[in-house]
């Protein structure tokens, strides 16, 4: 079956990069997503990418996307204490009926 | 901007109650989802919703139900709630294409 994996962890410094990655399955996904939570909140869209690209930015976010290896990353440059949250990669199942997310990753910035 | 509400932020409910979930979408979104969020297994999708009136279950509708009256509210229903269905519940709209879908604020649920 399909599946979207992330690693659970990251911490880093404030002002610097951040480098979240994850793999997918089989997916039907005309668009790959990153959607943030903040805590106690519901997700919020991040950010896409069109599944023919293999890159996009959007100020500080940058979306790498190579589809022969089913690897997306999301990349937050200058990374600040308002960026931690858990960060969830999503695509849609083969049958394109459902979004499947991954566990989600904590990102944790210290200053 | 798309908004969905959810009726509660926080709900706490006694094991063999029957607990309904209210979800809202004002932007016209022929689809609705409900998914529960637990610690170390993500989102996971419970119901989902194509039209007024129809639905389709997800990875894991036992112990739950959903209603679907009219096309901007979803409900989700626990029958007879359990200790096990302690979670946090979020709902979500997308358009007919499906691209996108817009999360509500999430309902923490605490069934005693």
């Known amino acids: 079956g399909e599946d979207v994996e992330q690693s659970l962890f990251l911490s880093v410094r404030e002002g610097d990069s951040s480098v979240i990655n994850c793999t997918y399955t089989?997916?039907?996904?005309?668009?790959l997503y990153w959607y943030k939570q903040e805590p106690g909140a519901g997700l919020q869209l991040l950010t896409y990418?069109?599944?023919?690209?293999d890159m996009k930015q959007d100020q500080r976010l940058t979306v790498l996307l190579n589809k022969k290896d089913k690897h997306l990353s999301l990349r937050i440059a200058d990374t600040q204490t308002g960026d931690s949250a858990i960060y969830f990669c999503a695509v849609f199942n083969q049958a394109g009926t459902a979004l499947i997310f991954g566990k989600g990753t904590t990102l944790s910035v210290s200053s | 901007d798309v908004k969905v509400t959810q009726s509660s932020r926080y709900l706490v409910k006694r094991t063999g109650e029957k607990v309904f979930l209210e979800c809202v979408q004002d932007m016209d979104h022929e689809n609705m989802f409900w998914y529960r969020q637990d610690p170390g297994l993500g989102l996971r999708l419970i119901y989902f919703?194509?039209?007024?009136?129809?639905?389709e279950k997800g990875d894991i509708p036992e112990g739950y139900s959903v209603s679907r009256e009219k096309k901007e509210r979803f409900s989700l229903i626990l029958e007879s709630a359990s200790t096990n269905q302690t979670s946090m519940y979020l709902c979500?709209?997308?358009?007919?294409?499906?691209?996108?879908?817009?999360f509500g604020p999430g309902t923490r649920l605490l069934v005693l």
């Open positions: 919703s194509y039209d007024v009136k129809m639905k």
């Open positions: 979500a709209s997308s358009p007919l294409d499906g691209e996108t879908q817009y």
């Open positions: 990418i069109f599944s023919n690209m």
């Open positions: 089989d997916s039907s996904s005309t668009y």
